[in-house]
């Protein structure tokens, strides 16, 4: 087994730990499939995150709850990630890289945007829609997202545990985090991006089966917790269950398209079906929408690549990771799978 790497995501109301694991043989399926939810939460080989919030207000002041927010790459322009506002128009990223972006919230045919340079402070923009706004139906949640209306429910005090879990698990108090995520469960039981957080720390730990009880409750919750399915995903290809994994998130898919993620844990799916060009494409798709270079995307589809016998696209593709990684918490094992795909190339020389 080697060292984990491990890199933190906040996709709308919550996040994803992905991690290395064992690398199996190429061609191989099982459990040990690299890349699966899970792990300490901290930096990926040195790399910090931080958060952006903000509220969003009409032009006379007034908070807009119920509006969609997208954080996008400032170079590419790509959605990194999406959520909603609250009753008092707020809403927040956690755990984004450092970078620059766009946020723009959106509502019917108005738009309102600010570009954001995200370093080591947390940063903060005050959005303005341009017309005045009448907020008295922003709790009904007609015509709107059900996403927004399954947060509706949650007590405003159950929001501020699981904000506090989260930025306990940014700094690594991983016992501080769960004590908030416990609390923000007592406050509201059924609350599916607290019960998502929880399935994520019992993924880690192994303890599968809790995990995917928690997961399926958080769906039955809130339908539309994209990452309740990505989560659930991981959890199937961590017990070798592909098929059942790659149905998951083609529910994730449809509701989250732009999620990086999702397409991730396809390519591990896929890869585990020894359906390897099926996984390669899963792969470049996550590699396409990652708002910067996630490092793991290239050991997984190095991975699939020597599963097509390609082991001059695959060093190829190793020898790029561990130049801008030789000293990652994975590198080793990016070495060892460098070294099988060398030693098929000089063999298929011969």
């Not at 509701?255 to 020894?274: C, H």
Request: proline residues 4%.
């Amino acid at each position: 087994m080697v060292s984990r790497a491990v890199a933190v995501v906040l996709f709308a109301v919550s996040f994803v730990t992905l991690a290395v694991a064992q690398s199996p043989p190429f061609g191989q399926n099982g459990p040990g499939l690299p890349g699966s939810m899970g792990g300490n939460q901290s930096t990926l080989s040195g790399r910090r995150f931080t958060s952006i919030s903000g509220s969003v207000r009409s032009a006379d002041g007034q908070p807009i709850g119920n509006v969609r927010v997208e954080l996008r790459d400032g170079g590419t322009g790509s959605i990194v990630t999406s959520a909603y506002t609250g009753v008092g128009g707020n809403f927040e990223f956690q755990q984004v890289p450092q970078g620059n972006y766009d946020v723009v919230a959106s509502e019917g045919a108005e738009q309102a945007e600010e570009r954001v340079e995200s370093n080591s402070m947390n940063s903060i923009v005050d959005l303005r829609l341009p017309s005045t706004h009448n907020n008295s139906n922003a709790n009904d949640g007609m015509g709107k997202s059900s996403i927004s209306v399954a947060q509706y429910r949650v007590p405003e005090a159950a929001r501020e545990e699981l904000r506090k879990a989260r930025e306990a698990s940014v700094k690594d108090e991983r016992d501080k985090a769960q004590q908030h995520l416990a609390k923000a469960l007592d406050l509201a039981p059924n609350y599916a991006d607290a019960l998502t957080l929880r399935a994520i720390y019992k993924l880690d730990a192994r303890d599968i089966d809790s995990a995917i009880e928690d997961l399926n409750r958080a769906i039955q919750n809130d339908a539309n917790c994209a990452m309740a399915y990505m989560a659930l995903g991981s959890a199937f290809n961590m017990q070798s269950k592909f098929d059942d994994a790659l149905r998951t998130l083609e529910r994730a898919e449809s509701l989250a398209p732009d999620a990086w993620q999702a397409y991730f844990e396809m390519g591990r799916a896929y890869a585990g079906k020894n359906d390897f060009e099926a996984a390669v494409h899963s792969l470049d798709r996550a590699q396409a929408l990652a708002p910067a270079e996630y490092p793991l995307i290239r050991l997984v589809r190095a991975n699939a690549l020597l599963g097509l016998n390609k082991y001059g696209d695959a060093a190829a593709e190793l020898e790029t990771y561990l130049n801008k990684n030789p000293n990652g918490p994975d590198a080793e094992q990016a070495q060892r799978m460098l070294a099988r795909a060398r030693a098929a190339m000089s063999s298929a020389q011969k």
